[in-house]
């Protein structure tokens, strides 16, 4: 596990003395990184990540819902926590590799890795769904408790979970992402293509 996101993470809660806690206070992380918050109404972008020598500071897209704005902040601390994201003045976060399940820029899929881990500790978070059936049913309040999205949470709960379990995007009829869990092995529609007629979302999408 050394020197991966997960790692960085870990690393930075346990020399910020916050290790196991939850909520986390990203805000206050932030500033015992020195990293100062602006924001301002970026077209695109869920935020901005700049250093400048000594000089760090992150720029957030403005009216972000609460939660989104906690995972945006911590996604721009993974770019300043992990040691090969370093070198690169400006890192400039799409909205699509934030809120997305699958980000397919490397650099970014890391920094959400590194924002899971800080918001949702794997030690903590599997303790809490030890026992527990994958479900929408658990989702809010656990939610709730780690002060994350449902979506946040979610992704984090398919990541960890030991059942055949996935997580499936629909816009439309088409399926916009999906993240499944190791233990998953079937086959599943490609992103971009029609979600089957028979299908639960499909009758969602009817008002079933």
């Known amino acids: 596990m050394s ?10 809660r346990e020399q910020a003395g916050l290790k196991g806690y939850v909520p986390l206070d990203v805000e206050a992380l932030a500033r015992w ?28 897209k403005e009216g972000q819902d609460v939660r989104q704005r906690r995972f945006t902040i911590a996604h721009e601390i993974g770019h300043f926590a992990i ?38 500790p794997r030690a903590v978070f599997n303790a809490d769904i030890r026992n527990k059936t994958p479900s929408f049913g658990h989702i809010p ?33 088409r399926v916009k992402w999906k993240r499944l869990s190791k233990k998953l092995r079937y086959s599943l529609r490609p992103c971009g293509n029609r979600i089957a007629p028979e299908c639960v979302a499909a009758a969602v999408q009817r008002g079933e």
Do not use: K
């Open 83 to 120: 040691p090969t994201h370093s070198g690169r003045s400006v890192e400039q976060c799409l909205e699509e590799d934030v809120l997305g399940g699958n980000s397919t820029n490397p650099i970014e899929a890391e920094a959400n890795q590194f924002a899971a881990e800080l918001l949702m």
């Open 33 to 60: 990184c020195r990293i100062r918050i602006d924001e301002a109404p970026l077209d695109g972008f869920l935020g901005l990540y700049m250093d400048l020598g000594d000089r760090r500071g992150m720029l957030l």
């Open 3 to 12: 020197e991966t996101p997960v790692f960085w993470a870990q690393m930075l």
């Open 141 to 173: 309040t656990l939610a709730d408790r780690y002060d994350v999205s449902v979506t946040a949470c979610a992704l984090r709960w398919v990541e960890l979970s030991d059942e055949r379990v996935a997580l499936i995007c629909v816009e439309g009829d």
